[in-house]
């Protein structure tokens, strides 16, 4: 069965910058979908940023809060995703989450999409 494993969370102050990882395993094809998403205490889970392993034209999306700041992309192998946050603000506080699923890509609204899980890192940005 696929399984995530994410790492490089941590602390960092405003301005900061931080490098998520998410190690895929278990994965069967070529295409799948693999997304960021992140969740702040008392708020709803939030679309981060996905990529299509697939590849082509448009294969990257963003929430309009990171555009410019943070960049998604996949090791050579297409089985590592990882998520370079740069300029951090305190309002990127959360846990991120990292997810995949085996076809493309859909708004990041539709978290539901997603059919496997990591544990999730914690990202904490002080000012």
């Known amino acids: 069965r696929v399984q995530l494993a994410e790492s490089g969370g941590g602390s960092v102050q405003a301005g900061g910058s931080l490098r998520l990882s998410c190690a895929a395993s278990?994965?069967?094809?070529?295409?799948?979908?693999m997304g960021w998403y992140r969740q702040a205490p008392g708020q709803e889970r939030e679309g981060v940023a996905s990529?299509?392993?697939?590849?082509?034209?448009?294969?990257?999306v963003y929430t309009d809060s990171v555009k410019g700041r943070f960049t998604i992309s996949l090791n050579d192998a297409k089985n590592t995703v990882y998520l370079q946050m740069d300029r951090l603000s305190p309002e990127d506080t959360a846990v991120y989450y990292c997810?995949?699923?085996?076809?493309?890509?859909?708004?990041?609204?539709?978290?539901?999409?997603?059919?496997?899980w990591g544990h999730g890192t914690q990202v904490t940005v002080s000012s």
């Open positions: 997810a995949t699923v085996p076809r493309s890509c859909v708004p990041l609204r539709y978290d539901h999409f997603f059919d496997t």
């Open positions: 278990g994965l069967t094809g070529s295409r799948h979908c």
């Open positions: 990529i299509y392993t697939g590849g082509g034209d448009g294969s990257t």
